[in-house]
């Protein structure tokens, strides 16, 4: 039987095990049997991960912010728009997507200027949700 050192501790042991990522053989206190890694691996994995799961969590939040910031200021304006104006004209836009379709609904006198500024703030949404796709793509690989 073959007795040498395990690679992180240097304690001697017949049975070492090999860490599929590193190469390393290791005794059994330092190895993760379920992962077939050593502990060293799994720490540096482990930071990885959570790192990752961190910015994920993080951003969708700050989209979900934005967005409601931006709704919330449009009503804003709407509202002092109507005060200093005086009479009830309204003109407004509706976007709804369904999957990659938009469709957009306008109504009142300005209607066509909504609609361009549904159709622009949608264009907007598309190049931005495939730039923050592709930012997480490019941060996995």
Do not use: D, N
């Not at 590193?22 to 930071?47: A, N, T, W």
């Not at 200027?113 to 490019?138: D, G, M, P, Y």
């Amino acid at each position: 039987m073959l007795i040498e050192k395990c690679g992180i501790c240097g304690k001697l042991a017949a049975a070492l095990y090999l860490c599929r990522l590193c190469k390393r053989r290791v005794c059994e206190e330092h190895f993760r049997l379920q992962e077939g890694i050593c502990s060293l691996c799994y720490s540096r994995l482990s930071v990885a991960t959570q790192a990752t799961e961190t910015l994920m969590s993080v951003t969708p939040f700050k989209l979900f912010l934005l967005g409601f910031l931006l709704m919330l200021v449009g009503v804003l304006v709407l509202v002092i728009a109507a005060l200093f104006k005086g009479e009830a004209a309204f003109s407004g836009a509706v976007t709804i997507i369904l999957g990659p379709i938009p469709i957009i609904i306008g109504v009142g006198p300005y209607a066509f200027f909504t609609i361009l500024l549904a159709v622009l703030l949608t264009i907007i949404s598309f190049v931005l949700f495939f730039w923050v796709r592709k930012q997480a793509l490019e941060s996995e690989g």
